[in-house]
């Protein structure tokens, strides 16, 4: 729980009374690895806050292929935002890459949270334009680069992430075959 209050106050002031009643809402879940949080087609009706694991976002293009979006790890929230706050079905999975701990929050504790503490909003906010942004920066370089340029980049940008996530699910995201990124990685050492 200590992660989350850490998190939160990097966007904003917290008094101890405010902390205590965020506590309260919060419910601390586990998911094992390859198991789906969210299905497509779902309107979600949670928030979650990642504190251990690794989760991806996949979609299925037209042709039926398995495409993964992007990976989120520790210390960051988990929310297909538009689905949640517009009470829409979600076109997108999330799924586990490994065994995962996560704290809850349902929709209507989020809306009490905002009732209650001044200045909740302005910190979901801020964390909601940071989140915007780095997914834009995760998936806007990928579309210029070729598969090495595109896996050194995920190497620099995300080295805890590499050793955590299966070849399948890196090939993947990156945008390439996995017989292509074995290739890549066998070029590079």
């Not at 586990?30 to 299905?39: A, G, N, P, S, V």
């Not at 990642?50 to 398995?66: A, F, H, P, S, W």
């Not at 689905?83 to 076109?91: D, E, K, R």
């Amino acid at each position: 729980m200590e992660k989350l209050i850490n998190y939160l106050l990097q966007f904003g002031h917290l008094n101890q009374q405010q902390v205590e009643l965020i506590k309260s809402k919060a419910i601390i879940k586990t998911i094992k690895k390859d198991e789906h949080y969210q299905e497509a087609g779902k309107i979600p009706r949670e928030i979650i806050f990642l504190t251990e694991g690794i989760m991806r976002i996949v979609y299925y293009n037209n042709k039926g292929d398995e495409i993964t979006k992007y990976f989120i790890d520790e210390n960051n929230f988990v929310a297909d935002v538009n689905s949640y706050n517009q009470g829409i079905p979600s076109t997108e999975y999330i799924q586990a890459v490994t065994d995962c701990e996560y704290i809850v929050f349902a929709k209507r504790a989020m809306e009490e949270l905002s009732m209650t503490i001044i200045g909740w909003d302005a910190i979901i906010a801020k964390i909601t334009v940071k989140a915007l942004a780095e997914k834009v920066n995760r998936i806007s370089p990928m579309m210029t680069e070729d598969a090495t340029e595109r896996y050194l980049m995920f190497l620099n940008n995300f080295p805890m992430l590499v050793n955590r996530i299966p070849l399948s699910y890196l090939a993947s995201y990156l945008g390439v075959t996995q017989s292509s990124l074995s290739r890549v990685r066998r070029n590079i050492r």
